[in-house]
């Protein structure tokens, strides 16, 4: 007797879901009307340039929804009312926000309907993936996008860049619980990239361990203290490699002044870090696997309460005591490392982003059978 509301209830309920699904009726909708003309190969398109091609840029942008006021929309020159409606269509879709129409921004508006339909599908699948409830607070890090969002009772109350992982050390796809951070953390290095990153620089610079306040050690159980000095790092056996080594905690430890740790079987967490400046990057992939967020502090505020003054000033106390102090949060909060490349933002925009590590070919293949 309840047959229709049950097929009606399988789906994901989620807002971000049923916005997908709104925007696939809309693309959709496009294609049956013929889509849009590419634009053929050119010149840089930008404020006061008069060419052929900008009337046919009025129109996609038309087609697009960014370009919604045009005063003037049989001119053939660039003007200021196209160029915002360019540097909306780029902030939609990752790009670098100039208001040119150059190379990477003409591949953008040359992907094709059926192509944007393909991707909206798969985001919406990756939905399906996610558990029907996500939790009163909880964190998502959307991973092509480079941002972490806190949401609370299913709104954003907080947001920050994030830098992932490079494509061949790329961040995983998973889920886990926010149960404890670390104030001024050491760094244990992982073998790997002692041996492919670590020891390299040192052979090329001999000074790198201390300046970067690496100790190395022999054995885990008694550890002792090896000078980098007395180890021949050219001729180091990898299968049978007998030391290991951690950063001190301070200004130069690569996971910054504060950590967090959530259940995963990856050894993938979120952290600080003193390389602020990749942070201003368009694309940010940039690290071993972890996650490094933009603004520590402040997240921690938002762990350990409600995100107040007061609180961002006892978590720097904390950072400025120089100690390494670990903290179990008040409560556990869930945590969902995503991978989209097509979603809806908190002002109803419609968002597309490269697949910077792959992924959506696999599910385009299983789409297509």
Not at 134 to 149: A, D, H, Q, S
Not at 173 to 193: A, C, D, H, R
Request: charged residues 25%; aromatic residues 10%.
């Amino acid at each position: 007797s309840s047959i229709a509301k049950l097929l009606k209830e399988l789906p994901p309920q989620h807002s971000g879901y049923q916005a997908l699904k709104h925007q696939l009726h809309h693309f959709r909708e496009l294609a049956q009307q013929g889509g849009w003309q590419k634009l053929a190969w050119g010149p840089t398109l930008e404020r006061g340039v008069q060419h052929d091609q900008v009337l046919q840029l009025r129109r996609r942008l038309g087609l697009s929804g960014d370009l919604l006021v045009d005063p003037f929309p049989d001119m053939d020159v660039f003007d200021r009312w196209l160029e915002e409606a360019v540097k909306q269509y780029q902030a939609r879709h990752g790009l670098e926000v100039d208001g040119k129409v150059g190379p990477a921004t003409r591949r953008s508006l040359n992907m094709n309907v059926s192509e944007k339909i393909r991707q909206v599908r798969i985001n919406m699948e990756r939905w399906r993936w996610l558990p029907r409830r996500l939790g009163k607070r909880y964190v998502i890090v959307n991973m092509t996008g480079f941002e972490l969002y806190i949401m609370e009772n299913g709104s954003e109350i907080l947001s920050m860049p994030v830098i992932i992982g490079k494509a061949y050390r790329s961040t995983p796809t998973f889920s886990g619980l926010i149960s404890y951070m670390e104030y001024n953390p050491y760094w244990t290095i992982p073998k790997k990239l002692v041996l492919e990153d670590i020891i390299p620089r040192q052979l090329r610079d001999s000074s790198y361990l201390s300046r970067k306040s690496i100790k190395v050690y022999r054995g885990w159980a008694n550890p002792s203290e090896v000078e980098p000095q007395s180890v021949d790092w050219r001729n180091i056996n990898p299968e049978r490699f007998p030391y290991w080594m951690r950063q001190e905690p301070g200004p130069k430890n690569a996971l910054g002044r504060i950590k967090f740790l959530f259940s995963n079987p990856y050894a993938v967490y979120l952290h600080g870090t003193p390389d602020k400046h990749l942070f201003d990057r368009v694309v940010r992939a940039f690290s071993s696997g972890c996650i490094r967020v933009k603004d520590p502090v402040r997240l921690a505020a938002f762990m350990l309460n409600d995100g107040t003054q007061q609180m961002e000033e006892e978590v720097l106390a904390n950072i400025h005591l120089g100690t390494n102090q670990g903290i179990d949060l008040p409560i556990a909060i869930p945590i969902y490392l995503i991978y989209w490349t097509a979603w809806v933002d908190e002002d109803g925009a419609m968002n597309f982003r490269d697949d910077i590590y792959g992924r959506d070919t696999g599910l385009i293949k299983l789409f297509a059978n």
